[in-house]
């Protein structure tokens, strides 16, 4: 029996569907009045996994709007918003473009065509994921199998990873494991192995024969989860929750190494007050190297002050897809995860806020975020043995 907190959060998605597809927020902001990549195929996960068909044809439309608005070259737009007279707005990033949204997509579209049994949804569709697959590959640049994403490229939009980036390596090779499931080819086959491999040996310490960056790689020291980014200038070290998530949840890497991801997850989100994981850990300070890279890293407002935002600040989103990455192997710290997500949700009013300060637990940023509630409700189906094409 569903609970009033999961029937909010889909009163929610429902609130933010549109004929065009998913809203960001049912607040009347002009920024989350649009239909975003990344969040409308995460709410439209949580709707192919609540099994609702108005839900799931938002998310067909999202999926539409998108493969509608794709740029020439294959860049899948970050968000489009249409005006009163359905004037169209089409925008592929901020200060600089997104990379993560064509991967998305792609994950969108087939969960989609495989919930659904729509095969013809996804003919259609092919012609997109094909232009999108040879624009992540052309990011490549020297064609070593790692996509190049530039600061501010993907949902951490305003922090300062950059260069070969963890979470969009990982969650490109989802991409690519969704559509071989779909539509088998003997080089998407073949890419995927290549991937698997360069990605399991170039963010840990370990004995990999053929490094990206081989002095970086002999300085690296051990670590008990996979690092954020690798780039020309060296390593960025700190815990990616959103990549680890996404890792753990394709199972890379040995049993051995997973263990240990979860055990330095759990540790860390036990010692914080909200239970739950940060976005980035540990934060970065006035005192700290990086911090004029972040201090500099926003187009209108500074948001990322220590424990907020994506410097540490907690997130439903990210832990929503940490619970599900943990379920196969230890269901009791899902079914955690889960009643502290549902706690976030439900702060002022089921609020479903976008995220929270992580030590003094006060809500940050926009109201009625529907990868919030997107997030309860994947981890709660998960937990009834719903599951993604992965």
């Known amino acids: 029996m569903k609970d009033i907190a999961y029937n909010k959060a889909v009163d929610l998605l429902h609130k933010v569907s549109t004929p065009k597809g998913f809203l960001a927020s049912s607040e009347n902001t002009a920024n989350y009045q649009r239909i975003w990549?990344?969040?409308?195929?995460?709410?439209?996960?949580?709707?192919?996994?609540?099994?609702n068909e108005e839900l799931i044809n938002t998310f067909k439309n999202t999926l539409i709007t998108l493969a509608d608005n794709q740029h020439a070259l294959g860049h899948i737009p970050s968000n489009v918003f249409f005006d009163e007279k359905q004037k169209t707005e089409v925008s592929y990033g901020g200060l600089a473009g997104r990379v993560d949204t064509i991967s998305w997509f792609i994950i969108g579209v087939c969960n989609y065509s495989s919930s659904q049994r729509d095969s013809s949804f996804l003919d259609r569709m092919y012609p997109h994921i094909k232009k999108g697959l040879k624009l992540l590959e052309a990011w490549e640049f020297n064609n070593n199998h790692l996509i190049y994403v530039p600061r501010s490229g993907n949902w951490a939009d305003e922090?300062?990873?950059?260069?070969?980036i963890f979470y969009d390596q990982v969650l490109r090779l989802w991409a690519l494991r969704c559509i071989q499931a779909l539509k088998p080819l003997n080089e998407i086959s073949q890419k995927i192995d290549t991937v698997t491999e360069i990605i399991s040996g170039n963010y840990t310490?370990?004995?990999?024969?053929?490094?990206?960056?081989?002095?970086?790689?002999?300085?690296?020291?051990?670590?008990?989860?996979?690092?954020?980014?690798?780039?020309?200038?060296?390593?960025?070290?700190?815990?990616?929750?959103?990549?680890?998530?996404?890792?753990?949840?394709?199972?890379?890497?040995?049993?051995?190494?997973?263990?240990?991801?979860?055990d330095y997850s759990e540790k860390l989100r036990k010692s914080l007050s909200l239970k739950l994981l940060?976005?980035?850990?540990?934060?970065?300070?006035?005192?700290?190297?990086?911090?004029k890279l972040l201090?500099?890293?926003?187009?209108?407002?500074?948001?990322?002050?220590?424990?907020?935002?994506?410097?540490?600040?907690?997130?439903?989103?990210?832990?929503g897809f940490y619970g599900i990455s943990v379920i196969e192997k230890d269901p009791k710290i899902s079914e955690e995860v889960l009643q502290q997500i549902k706690a976030l949700n439900k702060d002022q009013s089921y609020g479903y806020y976008e995220n929270f300060h992580t030590i003094n637990q006060k809500p940050i940023g926009i109201k009625y975020c529907s990868w919030s509630a997107a997030a309860e409700i994947m981890l709660e189906q998960y937990s009834n043995g719903k599951r993604f094409l992965i």
């Open 278 to 291: 940060p976005a980035f850990w540990e934060p970065i300070t006035e005192k700290g190297d990086d911090w």
């Open 159 to 164: 922090y300062i990873t950059e260069g070969h």
């Open 295 to 319: 201090v500099n890293n926003c187009k209108y407002e500074f948001r990322n002050y220590p424990f907020e935002f994506h410097n540490g600040g907690t997130w439903s989103m990210v832990n």
């Open 205 to 262: 310490v370990g004995t990999y024969d053929s490094p990206y960056h081989p002095k970086a790689y002999s300085l690296l020291d051990e670590s008990r989860h996979w690092v954020a980014a690798v780039s020309p200038s060296g390593y960025q070290t700190m815990y990616d929750a959103f990549g680890n998530s996404l890792a753990l949840m394709l199972e890379l890497g040995d049993d051995q190494f997973q263990n240990k991801v979860i």
């Open 37 to 51: 990549a990344r969040d409308g195929v995460i709410c439209g996960l949580a709707a192919l996994l609540d099994g």
